[in-house]
T-cell receptor
Framework: GENVEQHPSTLSVQEGDSAVIKCTYS??????FPWYKQELGKRPQLIID?????GEKKDQRIAVTLNKTAKHFSLHITETQPEDSAVYFC???????????FGTGTRLLVSP | SQTIHQWPATLVQPVGSPLSLECTVE??????LYWYRQAAGRGLQLLFY??????ISSEVPQNLSASRPQDRQFILSSKKLLLSDSGFYLC?????????????FGEGSWLTVV
């Protein structure tokens, strides 16, 4: 089955800096990779996703890159703001599978 | 548009008491439904998922059970709660498509077992 590893577990940056969170997956059949943001005490919410037919996707200050050969994908946040502080989860799943496999989460702290 | 409702939002239960958490989805048919648990400061643990009425797959053996009596209703139950059952319980739904399986979470239920 799929296994997703996520690093780092904690990331502290200064406001305005960039933040990068990396995930690796084990199942080469996986081809859908979403990212979720979970603020304290709230539900995880989808912020961006990428499918295996593209290598990069951007949405304003966030971007995700995918390297299928190396089986890793990353979340990039530029010009970080205090409201970006949250826990971020990556996930992976093969097409046709009912379950997402989540990473263990990264706690991002953006200091003013 | 699709919405997911989950209740109760918060509950405090004594050890050994029963549990029932309920979740309903609106605006879609035949969704995949999920129950996740999140211990304080931890990751997302998949407990159960269902691809149709009466079809339940259990991911983790434990004293919890799930049922899907209707297409858009998913219930998490326990006959006797343990202290270790405390956590943040999240119901979620998805519709499998050719492009992926995006999961959307409900607002969650905070359970404290005392």
């Amino acid at each position: 089955g799929e296994n997703v590893e996520q690093h780092p577990s904690t990331l502290s940056v200064q406001e305005g800096d960039s933040a990068v969170i990396k995930c690796t997956y084990s199942d080469s059949a996986s081809n859908y990779f979403p990212w979720y943001k979970q603020e304290l005490g709230k539900r995880p919410q989808l912020i961006i996703d990428i499918r295996s037919n593209v290598g990069e996707k951007k949405d304003q200050r966030i971007a995700v890159t995918l390297n299928k050969t190396a089986k890793h994908f990353s979340l990039h946040i530029t010009e970080t703001q205090p409201e970006d502080s949250a826990v971020y989860f990556c996930a992976a799943t093969p097409t046709g599978f009912q379950k997402l496999v989540f990473g263990t989460g990264t706690r991002l702290l953006v200091s003013p | 548009s699709q919405t997911i409702h989950q209740w109760p939002a918060t509950l405090v239960q004594p050890v050994g008491s029963p549990l029932s958490l309920e979740c309903t989805v609106e605006g879609t048919s035949n969704p995949n439904l999920y129950w996740y648990r999140q211990a304080a400061g931890r990751g997302l643990q998949l407990l159960f998922y269902s691809v149709g009425i009466g079809q339940i797959s259990s991911e983790v053996p434990q004293n919890l059970s799930a049922s899907r009596p209707q297409d858009r209703q998913f219930i998490l139950s326990s006959k006797k709660l343990l202290l270790s059952d405390s956590g943040f319980y999240l119901c979620a739904w998805s519709v499998l498509s050719r492009s992926g399986n995006t999961i959307y979470f409900g607002e969650g239920s905070w359970l404290t077992v005392v």
